[in-house]
């Protein structure tokens, strides 16, 4: 029996990481959940997830930083990370730019407000 994939939902939304979470769980993956940055990798370090649904706009640590830690850190670079991002619309009132998408590591980005079915299909095809 395969062991189930490990899936971390990092969000400071609690709705968004437990509607997300309760979805995943439905499809069969374990979920492991994070509020900020700092508490995100708290969690990869200890659970070591096979892939991350990751906020960019979090107190703390933004999910860019996070994501760019992990995809330069030999240990986790393998891990995917999934980019949830309002940034789009929010670009012209924060201090986020579309450059930071665009020079950001993530394998993978989804738009605010979140589409579960695209979402699920993503970490689908990621952890067939």
């Given at each position: 029996m395969d062991e189930k994939k490990l899936v971390l939902v990092v969000d400071d939304d609690p709705d968004l990481v437990e509607a997300v979470s309760m979805k995943l769980e439905s499809q069969n993956y374990r979920v492991a959940k994070a509020y900020d940055g700092v508490e995100a990798w708290d969690k990869i370090k200890a659970e070591r997830p096979d892939l991350i649904?990751?906020?960019?706009?979090?107190?703390?640590?933004?999910?860019?930083?996070?994501?760019?830690?992990?995809?330069?850190?030999?240990?986790?670079?393998?891990?995917?990370?999934?980019?949830?991002?309002?940034v789009g619309e929010a670009v012209p009132t924060t201090s986020y730019t579309h450059m930071d998408g665009k020079t950001s590591l993530a394998d993978e980005f989804i738009p605010k407000p979140v589409d579960m079915d695209e979402l699920q299909e993503i970490i689908n095809h990621y952890l067939a």
């Open positions: 649904v990751l906020d960019v706009m979090m107190p703390e640590k933004n999910g860019y930083k996070v994501c760019d830690e992990i995809k330069n850190d030999p240990k986790y670079k393998d891990i995917t990370v999934v980019l949830l991002t309002a």
